[in-house]
């Protein structure tokens, strides 16, 4: 039942955001009354902890998944963004910006523990990229990988990017494009020419 009112509530925060989603909303959706939620999660506060803890579980797991099959470098760059856009459902509505205007304990942890796992995922596909010679051996892994994360952070920023004007899709494809240009060799760069061309999106 806990996992439930999770897998509902992250459904409905992802879609219409933190805020604007009640606890009536939830019930509502669940077809239960809010006694019932209220027996699993005190308020709306731990509820959405609880909610952010459960995708970022989620969303590691679905990311290890994806590093252990040990695919091209360059071509599991794309297949962890396809899973996340799977996953956040194109954050039409901007569930980040609500998470740090609303509820910014929550975000700063949440934040803060993003940044491990994907500073973790980018090292090692830096790793395998140089080893592989499809990535330069001259790029600064610790460099690179913090810019990475903090660059996909800034592309949720709806000031920097409204959503009217840019796709969280488009922004995704540009920035990934833009990023392995910066660090692949040529042999790199015949790879993500190819996967380009192959998956035109």
Request: proline residues 2%; aromatic residues 10%; hydrophobic residues 35%.
């Amino acid at each position: 039942m806990k996992e439930d009112i999770l897998k509902t509530a992250a459904d409905l925060f992802l879609n219409y955001g933190f805020k604007s989603v009640t606890m009536d909303d939830i019930a509502n959706a669940l077809g239960m009354s809010k006694k019932t939620i209220y027996q699993y999660f005190e308020n709306k506060n731990i509820l959405v902890e609880e909610t952010t803890l459960f995708m970022f579980q989620l969303i590691s797991k679905g990311i290890e998944e994806i590093k252990a099959q040990e695919n091209n470098p360059i071509e599991e760059v794309y297949e962890i963004k396809q899973f996340l856009m799977k996953h956040l459902k194109d954050e039409k509505s901007s569930p980040q910006y609500q998470l740090q205007k609303y509820y910014p304990k929550i975000c700063d942890s949440l934040k803060s523990k993003q940044s491990c796992v994907m500073e973790d995922c980018v090292t090692s596909n830096l790793q395998r990229g140089i080893d592989l010679g499809l990535y330069r051996d001259t790029i600064n892994v610790e460099f690179v990988s913090k810019i990475y994360f903090n660059c996909i952070m800034a592309l949720k920023d709806k000031e920097l990017f409204p959503l009217n004007n840019f796709s969280m899709q488009s922004l995704m494809n540009n920035y990934l494009e833009y990023h392995l240009r910066g660090i692949c060799t040529q042999k790199g760069l015949e790879h993500l020419t190819q996967y380009l061309n192959n998956n035109q999106s």
